[in-house]
């Protein structure tokens, strides 16, 4: 049989569990052309949050009674598509269930003995490639620069953080409290952590970015962007990746202090990683060596069980959890 968890009614504010519903189904068939995959790893996203709002996005919203969409890792166990042998791992957006079928061209082969397979979730999966394009393609850092990155922690910003690292920028976290601005310094090597949760966000950007940000890697917005955009450098450039503070408020609140983008004629994006599609291969490589050679590391925090989803999910927002929220849900 088939867990899946679909979408069961539209939140308002922060999800409860009755958002969602646990259905159990028959195996589905397959037919020529598609694969069969048995779901190991399910991605937990704040995006999520975004694609159950009934409202216009880069994707079409989920709809009420649909299988929650979400990227997913697992194992080929029936083919009828000879580009992926039963055997053979496929990353794809299998959704938030055990078993996916689909169409073989939508799935991409992992090499299992390159890395866990809940890396191609985190650091060398959507999150990953994030940070890659992200920082470097959208942020275009160069080495000396001060880079802030809210979200610091987590699965997108540690990663964003630490290439910064990689390519000699200065680097300045910010995290949810002791323990992941500890965790910035110490272990992704930061040179500065803010705790969001308990410094007084003007004065501590004052303290870690005295210069000022030549890049600001916006994962939360709200209040933070502000402090941000009231600190830039010359040319700086803000990257709008997420909004985390924003996804749960019926309205969103917009940056106060866009006009310093003028004084210091700077700007301000949003980019989707999926753009980037093409170049994943590419990014991967590069990023599965920065790991080999011990300059990048990515923590993959996994939950078990399927029924675990909705729990789970909330630890996105309350930041109990440790880098990036994978969902174990093979059984
Ligand atoms: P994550 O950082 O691993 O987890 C979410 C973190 O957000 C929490 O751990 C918490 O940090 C922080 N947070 C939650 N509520 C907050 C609030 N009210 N104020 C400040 N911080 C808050 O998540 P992720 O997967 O890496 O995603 C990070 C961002 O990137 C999200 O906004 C996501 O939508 C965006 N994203 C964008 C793209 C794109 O293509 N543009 C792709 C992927 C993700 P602490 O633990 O430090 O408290």
Redesign the pocket.
């Known amino acids: 049989m088939n867990k899946r968890i679909l979408l069961a009614k539209r939140p308002e504010g922060l999800p409860t569990a009755d958002t969602w519903q646990l259905d159990i189904q028959p195996v589905p068939s397959i037919e020529e052309g598609e694969i069969l995959v048995r779901n190991h790893y399910v ?5 999520m ?2 694609w159950v709002t009934n409202a216009r996005s ?1 994707l079409p919203p989920v709809q009420l009674g649909d299988v929650m969409r979400a990227g997913t890792v697992g194992e080929v166990v029936e083919s009828r598509d000879p580009r992926h042998p039963v055997g053979t791992f496929v990353q794809t957006w299998g959704g938030a269930q055990q078993y996916s079928a689909l169409p073989g061209k939508q799935a991409y082969r992992v090499d299992p003995s390159l890395a866990p397979l809940t890396s191609f979730i985190g650091g060398l999966g ?2 990953g ?3 890659y ?2 920082i470097l393609e959208e942020g275009r850092i160069q080495a000396g620069e001060t880079v802030l990155v ?10 964003a953080g630490q290439i910064a690292k990689i390519k000699g920028c200065r680097v300045v976290g ?4 002791p323990e ?1 601005c500890r965790y910035m310094k110490e272990e992704l090597g930061f040179d500065g952590a803010i705790d ?2 308990s410094d007084n966000l003007f004065k501590a950007v004052r303290r870690e970015c005295p210069e000022g940000i030549d890049v600001y890697f ?7 962007l502000d402090i941000a955009l009231a600190n830039l450098r010359m040319h700086a450039r803000v990257l ?9 408020e019926p309205v969103t609140q917009g940056p106060k202090f866009y006009l310093n983008l003028i004084n210091m004629r700077a700007s301000m994006k ?6 980037y599609a093409s170049r994943y291969a590419e990014a991967a490589k590069e990023m599965a060596g920065w790991m080999a050679e011990g300059k990048l590391r990515s923590h993959e925090d996994v939950y078990v069980g399927i029924e675990q989803f909705h729990d789970t999910f909330l ?11 994978v969902l174990k849900v093979l059984e």
């Open positions: 991605s937990l996203d704040p995006a949050r975004i880069y959507m999150t490639m994030t940070a394009f992200g809210s979200g610091g922690a987590g699965a997108v910003g540690s990663v910010v995290a949810g409290g992941k969001y949760k916006d994962n939360v917005g709200g209040d933070m709008i990746c997420g909004a985390i503070s924003q996804y749960n949003g980019f989707l990683v999926l753009d630890r996105l927002f309350s930041g109990d959890k440790h880098g990036k929220v």
